[in-house]
């Protein structure tokens, strides 16, 4: 490969890696709306707990992906992220929906938080990979905290589910 088309593959590997982060920082964002009114839903005490953790995780993750764009000097695109929206969206109603329901409404909260978080893994695991090929070992590091939290937010989730259906 030669030097030019070398840097126009940065360059553009590092345009695809801010519009990434924001449809990952946008998603958090409205992530971050709809958690406080899912943890008011939750009936299940320690899916209560999860929820708060995750909201908890989800303003330190937002922090670092701020960081991220101010060590690059660039802003979040403020497009919305479609995708992620939807599914909070469908997630949001389908609590509404089951709110006299408890076990239906648990449920469901369990479901769609297990499918944000794993979109949020796929997502992270892919910015994290983009950003060690551009050499930017701090956005790197970060970008891989986000992810460590993520994981481990899918877990939690998956074991509150299993303990929920033993209770």
């Not at 929906?97 to 499918?115: A, C, G, P, R």
Request: charged share 20%.
């Amino acid at each position: 490969m030669d030097s030019q088309n070398q840097s126009l593959n940065i360059i553009t590997l590092r345009t695809v890696f801010i519009e990434q982060l924001s449809i990952l920082y946008n998603a958090k964002v409205s992530l971050t709306n709809r958690l406080p009114q899912l943890v008011s839903q939750a009936t299940f005490k320690n899916l209560k707990m999860a929820l708060e953790e995750d909201f908890d995780d989800t303003k330190r993750q937002m922090i670092a992906l701020k960081t991220i764009f101010k060590l690059m000097q660039e802003s979040w695109l403020t497009h919305s992220c479609l995708g992620m929206n939807a599914v909070i969206e469908e997630a949001h109603k389908q609590v509404t929906f089951n709110q006299d329901k408890h076990f239906e409404s648990d449920m469901s909260i369990l479901f769609y938080m297990s499918v944000i978080e794993n979109l949020q893994v796929g997502a992270s695991q892919m910015l994290n990979m983009m950003a060690l090929k551009l050499a930017y070992q701090p956005y790197a590091q970060l970008v891989g905290e986000c992810l460590d939290l993520v994981e481990d937010n899918a877990s939690l989730f998956h074991y509150v589910a299993e303990e929920y259906l033993r209770s």
